[in-house]
Nanobody
């Protein structure tokens, strides 16, 4: 399973670090992604780190502000979010997918950015 943590209320320009802790499988064998869903909007991919080569991807709206990383020893993937904007307000979900399409979703963690 996946358990997210680290969400909360932060002022615009502030920072948060989200954690996605995995149990029952090793994150280094999975492509792990962060998605977010704002009220009334569809869920969108924010960032991912590929399993085999560690290649990293970001959606354009967070490039230069968010950083995804993986700690294999802790079996956890992080999303460091800096320079937060009002439009980053959403529920953030962690997603993990293996090469043979074993898929896990976390329960989500709320991030609220205030002015």
């Amino acid at each position: 399973q996946l358990v997210e943590s680290g969400g909360g209320l932060v002022q615009a320009g502030g920072s948060l670090r989200l954690s996605c802790a995995a149990s029952g499988f090793s994150v280094d064998g999975y492509t792990v992604a962060w998605f977010r869903q704002a009220p009334g909007k569809k869920r969108e991919g924010v960032s991912c780190i590929e399993s085999r080569n560690g290649r990293i991807h970001y959606v354009d709206s967070v490039k230069g502000r968010f950083t995804i990383s993986r700690d294999n020893a802790k079996n956890t993937v992080y999303l460091q979010m800096n320079s937060l904007k009002l439009e980053d307000t959403a529920v953030y979900y962690c997603h993990a997918r293996s090469w043979n399409w074993n898929v896990y979703w976390g329960q989500g963690t709320q991030v609220t950015v205030s002015s």
